[in-house]
């Protein structure tokens, strides 16, 4: 067994991190804790995406591009994301998101 | 000669051009009628020089027919033909709608309605055209319940006042009783002729004498109650509440006449059953007396007016009660002419004094002198005078009456022509001599002036035409007889000096009169008690068989109607239990199982993005393992 970094180590570090950021999600109480979770769950498809593209298609780039692109859409993402915490901060003066149930039914 | 449907065809067509248009385009359009009258009159003039070239005679010169219906696989024909009879008539009735027409003009034209008081008029000119045409009974009886339409309409044409809609009302059933007659009669016709036509029916068919007979009586019936005969002629005084001019034309002149023209065309048959013959002679002579006698009581001009047309109508019947139709028709004409004159020139009485009470009246010889002339032309041709027209009519039926034996009738004729010279010349005298009363009162328009005396120049000359006339009918014609003039004249001239007498010279206090003898007055007052005995046996019988009919209704009806709603109320009731407790339960027990369930449902809606987030994340985590075991 040798200790070359394969294609299965970055999976599971992928799946690893992926797991971490969805349990941040479902459980943190602050909205601010909920978007940083979820951009650890979009690292983690980076990692993936470049992983796969490495060491499946080596010539080709397409992975490495699909990263780059959702970096960026993240980036405005998180922008929205802190808006609307900020704006619900204001109304409501607070960001912890269980208090937050004006959707009850 | 298809072109003779034109002349009842023109006024019916103005009609139907005018009925249907708004009020204000109708008034507009009221010389319409008029033009399509000149129309109709030229044709009429046409037809008669026509007659009078083929020489006249009883055989109609054209004749033609066409199917309206066919019922039970036999055609319904309607015809019309042009004889001596039917051109004469034409003329008379399209000379004095003419007439008509022309002073409407001027007597109607403040009226609201005019229009509409000329559309009718038009249609009545039609339907009176359409039955001398008639050369059926069939299209006779259709004309004829046209005209009863017109003068139901004419007599209530001033409709928001009480009096002119209770007498149309009272016209209209009163002549409908004689019309079930006529239509009795012609069922019977058609029974046993199998046909409508006037020769089928009066030449091509032997009668046995008792059907004669009953045909007969039903069409004197009719006759009856459109010519206000006793004891069918009690709506022809009210009548009055028309218009004056439609008085003159349908309650003067045509449509009362048309009853005699019915008996007259209808002759042959009356000479088979002697028995029509002398209840026609008998019911002619009562209504001439009648008719005579209530005309000298009588204070509304226009009521003097109508009695004395009921009266004048007994002498046409009891000139066809001998069986002389020429005689009958010749004093048709002449009384058209004369009496439509009379009526006109009441009109402009009534316009210019506003009232139809003789009492106000007086001293309108000076104010209206060119009615005054008209209206004593008339009043003279209708006592009897010579040389007007009224005279040789009268004398004919005189005369026939003597050679035909009838001596009581002859005496009760010539009582009844004394009467009618006595009270035309009471009017004369209450009217236009003494005092007058209303010194503003202005003559006529001229359109008023010129139909009147054009009437009065006709009621002058046409008794000239009185042996001419019986030989364009077919008949033997002559000048009536010297001693017959003589008699009949001196009657006229004493009826005249004795209203002079009266009413000129008041040598007779008529009010101490009346206070001495106050139950003759009474009986005179009362109409001989008439209108009482209709209103007792027919309209109070009517009333209480209605009231037996409405105690019955409420009762019996209408308790089985209630006993139904009831029982049917309580089917309902009962259905409504069950519907609210079955029904409705099962629906709201429906809904509140719902409502339930929703209420444990919505739990799952806590509002929290989370818990939602979790529950997709099980749901995935699920469907992946299915997926990895089933792919397994």
């Not at chain 2, 002349?7 to 109708?26: E, G, K, M, S, Y």
Request: hydrophobic share 55%.
């Amino acid at each position: 067994m040798s200790a070359v970094v394969g294609l299965r180590e970055f999976l599971v570090l992928s799946a690893v991190l992926f797991a971490l950021g969805l349990y941040g999600a479902l459980s943190k109480k602050s909205a601010i804790m909920i978007l940083m979770a979820i951009e650890l769950m979009t690292n983690a498809v980076n990692i993936a995406l470049i992983a796969m593209s490495r060491f499946l298609t080596p010539g080709l780039m397409t992975g490495q591009f699909f990263a780059a692109f959702i970096m960026v859409v993240s980036t405005a993402e998180i922008g929205l994301g802190l808006a609307l915490v900020l704006a619900l901060y204001r109304r409501t003066r607070t960001v912890e998101v269980d208090r937050i149930d004006r959707l009850k039914g | 000669m298809t072109w003779l449907l034109a002349i009842p065809l023109l006024p019916a067509l103005a009609f139907a051009l005018l009925a249907p248009l708004p009020r204000v385009t109708r008034n507009a359009l009221r010389w319409v009628p008029a033009v399509a009258m000149a129309g109709s009159l030229a044709g009429a003039l046409a037809a008669f020089a026509m007659v009078l070239r083929s020489g006249g005679g009883d055989q109609p010169i054209y004749h033609t027919s066409f199917a309206i219906a066919t019922i039970g696989g036999k055609a319904l024909d309607v015809g019309i033909q042009l004889d001596a009879v039917a051109a004469i008539m034409l003329l008379v009735v399209t000379i004095v709608g003419m007439c008509v027409q022309v002073y409407s003009l001027g007597y109607m034209h403040r009226d609201g309605r005019v229009g509409w008081y000329f559309a009718v008029l038009s249609l009545f000119s039609a339907a009176m055209l359409g039955l001398v045409l008639a050369s059926d009974f069939l299209l006779l009886y259709m004309c004829w319940e046209v005209m009863g339409l017109c003068s139901y309409l004419l007599i209530g044409f001033w409709h928001t006042q009480e009096a002119p809609r209770m007498a149309s009302i009272k016209a209209f059933l009163t002549t409908r009783v004689g019309d079930v007659g006529f239509a009795i009669a012609l069922a019977i016709m058609y029974a046993s002729v199998g046909s409508f036509g006037f020769a089928a029916v009066l030449h091509g068919y032997s009668w046995t004498p008792a059907l004669a007979t009953a045909v007969s009586l039903l069409l004197l019936f009719g006759a009856m109650g459109k010519s206000a005969q006793v004891p069918l002629h009690v709506w022809l005084p009210d009548a009055m509440a028309g218009p004056t001019p439609a008085s003159a034309l349908i309650h003067a002149a045509t449509m009362v006449a048309a009853g005699v023209y019915l008996v007259a065309r209808a002759m042959p048959l009356f000479e088979i059953s002697q028995v029509a013959l002398t209840v026609t002679l008998v019911v002619g002579t009562g209504t001439a007396l009648l008719g005579a006698l209530l005309a000298t009581v009588q204070h509304d001009i226009k009521k003097v007016l109508a009695y004395s047309t009921i009266s004048q109508l007994g002498y046409m019947f009891i000139a066809l009660g001998t069986g002389s139709a020429v005689a009958g028709l010749f004093h048709l004409m002449t009384h058209a002419f004369f009496k439509s004159l009379l009526f006109l020139g009441a009109g402009v009485i009534i316009h210019a004094v506003h009232t139809q009470d003789m009492r106000e009246m007086g001293g309108l010889r000076k104010l209206l002198p060119w009615t005054t002339a008209a209206f004593t032309a008339g009043a003279l041709a209708l006592a009897g005078v010579f040389p007007f027209s009224g005279f040789w009519s009268k004398d004919e039926i005189l005369v026939s009456l003597w050679s035909g034996g009838h001596y009581v009738v002859f005496a009760l004729a010539l009582f009844a022509a004394f009467l009618t010279a006595f009270y035309m010349t009471r009017l004369w005298f209450r009217v236009f001599a003494g005092p007058a009363q209303k010194p503003e009162v202005r003559e006529a328009h001229v359109e008023m002036i010129v139909p009147m005396v054009l009437l009065a120049g006709i009621s002058l000359v046409v008794g000239f035409a009185s042996p001419f006339f019986a030989t364009f009918l077919g008949e033997h014609g002559g000048w009536p007889d010297i001693m017959m003039a003589v008699g009949s004249s001196a009657v006229a001239t004493s009826g005249i000096v004795a209203g002079w007498w009266v009413f000129g010279k008041k040598a007779v206090d008529t009010e101490a009169l009346k206070a001495r003898f106050p139950h003759l007055y009474g009986i005179f007052d009362n109409k001989f008690y008439f209108d009482r005995t209709y209103e007792f046996v027919f309209v109070n019988a009517y009333n209480r068989l209605s009231d037996a009919l409405w105690t019955f209704d409420t009762k019996v009806i209408d308790g089985a109607v209630d006993g139904f709603g009831h029982a049917w109320s309580a089917v309902a009731g009962g259905s409504w239990t069950f519907d609210a407790k079955v029904i409705d339960g099962a629906v709201m027990g429906l809904a509140s199982t719902v409502t339930w369930i929703g209420a444990r449902v919505r739990r799952l809606q806590a509002g929290r993005v989370q818990t939602y987030q979790r529950l997709v994340m099980a749901a995935v985590i699920l469907l992946v393992l299915w997926i990895a075991l089933k792919g397994a």
